[in-house]
Every structure is written in structure tokens, then in C-alpha cells.
């Protein structure tokens, strides 16, 4: 982002020191925004009813982000978000993103190829799921 968008992030963005194994969002939690790295590492994973991780789906690392998709509508996780060290998040909620690119049309532009971008690198991971089960079947 140019330096005057990413100034009104940093003054919109709330910090959120998460220590390490402490969840973030629960698999029911309803996500109201972007989540940024700032220092640390988080992961998405499936838990089990007695609360231990059944399988990991994402790593996220410093400089990445999570819930993009909650900066457009309301929606919640079927997977929960756990930091896996001490870390240090930015969470941007719905209606400060809208006011934000109210201000800036060409964030929403630029969300818009980062989306396109992680839709893209799903759809070959899954392409790649389907060659491999039909590979050995």
C-alpha cells in the first residue's frame, strides 16, 4: 500500500498481542475483519470436542494476513484460528476498511487482486488434490 493508505490503516488497525497456543477466533466465532502479522505466527486448524488440534489447514507468518473475506460481509470460521508463538496482530474491522476505501477506491482494487491472487492458489491446490486421487485409484 502507498505510505498515505497504509497511515490511515495503522490509525484504524487495533493491536492485539496474542500469547502463544491462545486462540484468536473459534471455529463459531463470527470474523469482523482482517487480520495482519505483525510478529508471530498463527494457524488455522480443525479442533477436536476436547479442544486439541485435529489437522492444521494454514500457517500464516509475520507480513501475511487472515479474514480478508470478513472485510466485505459478515461471516464465520468453520476452522480455529490459534497463535502457534507470541504474536502481535492488527485487526481491521468491516467498518473501518469501508470508511477507508471510501476515502481510497483503489484499496478496494487492490484487496480485490489479493483475493484473486489466494482464490487462484486454491483452485490448483485442489486441481492438484483431484490429480492425485485419481493418480491412485
Known sequence: LPVNELA???LVATEVETPAETVVLRGDDVCVGLYIIV???VSAEQISTDGSPVQ??????????FG????FR??????????????????IERDEFH??????????LRVCQELSVR???LLQQLNN??????ESA
Open 119 to 121: 482464490m487462484n492458489h
Open 74 to 91: 459478515e461471516m464465520s470460521l468453520d476452522m480455529t484460528i490459534r497463535a502457534t508463538s507470541d504474536s502481535l496482530l492488527l485487526r
Open 68 to 71: 480478508m473475506m470478513a472485510l
Open 39 to 41: 510478529q508471530g505466527e
Open 99 to 108: 470508511a477507508i476505501i471510501r476515502e481510497y477506491p483503489e484499496t478496494a
Open 129 to 134: 488434490m483431484q490429480k492425485s486421487s485419481s
Open 56 to 65: 492444521q489447514y494454514y500457517r500464516w507468518k509475520a507480513g501475511q494476513s
Open 8 to 10: 490511515t490503516v495503522a
